[in-house]
């Protein structure tokens, strides 16, 4: 019985979409971190620096 594979072109389509679905999460997990260090260097309160 042979397996079906799925086209390279589509595994490709499938890996940018899922790595462009994380890419926000990331970019919001980076910046919450940083947020405090750049507060404290500015001596900066949170409200100010949103």
């Given at each position: 019985m042979p397996k079906e594979?799925?086209?390279?072109a589509v595994r490709k389509l499938a890996g940018?979409?899922?790595l462009g679905a994380l890419?926000?999460?990331l970019d919001s997990t980076i910046v919450s971190?940083?947020?405090h260090s750049v507060g404290?260097?500015?001596n900066a309160s949170t409200t100010s620096l949103q």
């Open positions: 594979r799925l086209d390279p940018i979409l899922v890419a926000p999460l971190i940083a947020l404290h260097d500015l």
